[in-house]
């Protein structure tokens, strides 16, 4: 999708993070950044508050954003706006005019304890677009790792993730995990035996899903070099694994093992938490 990049900022030291990681993206996409702050006006009266104190407070914290982001990328186009309302629906509506939404990983309502802030995971299960969740950590060189199931949520991701390796110029990891608990078997290959298949045959069948899965993003990015790797075992595991030595990890709101009614998928929410580098979770159809 055409659109600006959108950073929600909040005056946390990770929120400056977060802008720089959207300048970037910005400057990458050749898109404006636009920079938004959501602004709810104190409850109580003055004197006990002062209304006008607090937008003051907001117009600043909004401007000094856009400013750092001035300075880490000179050529971008940055406009800044304070958005009245709660930062979840400010930002999801805001989501339907982006390319993608970055917010940091904690900010000034995260609580005591948590490893992700209630933000970036509620807005990851609700906005119209993509969602980077960005840490601190960043690796220029690393790769991007993709999460694969072969769903068609999973598409959308898929292009995501290799269009933001090739803006970045690096390669991609693509990981496929399985058990022989959450895929189906294959068929035997003795119609006699119904129950029984040749050994190693899972595996084969897991692998040719992955390379069958990225066939066609590799034929529309052929300048992104892709390492294949299907793992026997948790999808969460192997997927925050392959997140230490890259500097995005991508997945699919809700993959082929997600529940009907969840917004957000278990591997996703995982990521969110313990991932050690930007996660972006991509819903389908985007």
């Known amino acids: ?54 937008r003051n407070t907001a117009e600043r914290v909004t401007q000094d954003a856009a400013q750092c982001a001035r300075v880490v990328e000179p050529g971008i186009e940055v406009f800044a706006s304070v958005v009245s309302g709660d930062v979840l629906p400010v930002l999801e509506g805001e989501s339907r005019h982006a390319a993608v939404v970055v917010v940091g990983n904690r900010g000034h309502n995260a609580f005591s304890g948590l490893l992700a802030g209630s933000t970036g995971v509620e807005l990851a299960a609700h906005a119209l677009g993509p969602v980077m969740v960005v840490r601190d950590r960043w690796l220029p060189q690393g790769r991007v790792a993709l999460g694969v199931d072969g769903s068609p949520a999973g598409e959308a991701a898929a292009d995501f ?60 990015y052929p300048d992104v070099a892709v390492e294949r790797r299907p793992v026997r075992g948790e999808t969460r595991e192997a997927l925050i694994e392959a997140s230490r030595d890259a500097q995005m990890v991508v997945v699919g709101s809700r993959g082929r093992g997600g529940f009907k009614g969840l917004m957000l998928g278990s591997v996703s929410q995982a990521l969110l938490h313990h991932a050690h580098c930007t996660v972006a979770v991509v819903p389908a159809g985007r």
């Open 1 to 54: 999708m055409t659109g600006p990049v959108l950073v929600g900022v909040d005056g946390s030291e990770q929120s400056i993070v977060a802008v720089e990681s959207a300048a970037r993206e910005a400057r990458l996409r050749g898109v404006p950044l636009r920079v938004v702050h959501a602004f709810r006006p104190p409850a109580l009266q003055p004197p006990l508050a002062d209304p006008q104190a607090a």
């Open 161 to 220: 993730a290799f269009a933001e390796a090739s803006l970045r110029r690096v390669g991609l990891l693509a990981v496929h995990a399985w058990t022989p608990w959450n895929v189906e078997p294959p068929h035997p290959s003795d119609p006699s035996e119904p129950y029984a298949a040749a050994p190693g045959a899972l595996a084969a069948q897991e692998e040719r899903l992955l390379a069958e899965s990225l066939t066609g993003h590799c034929q529309r």
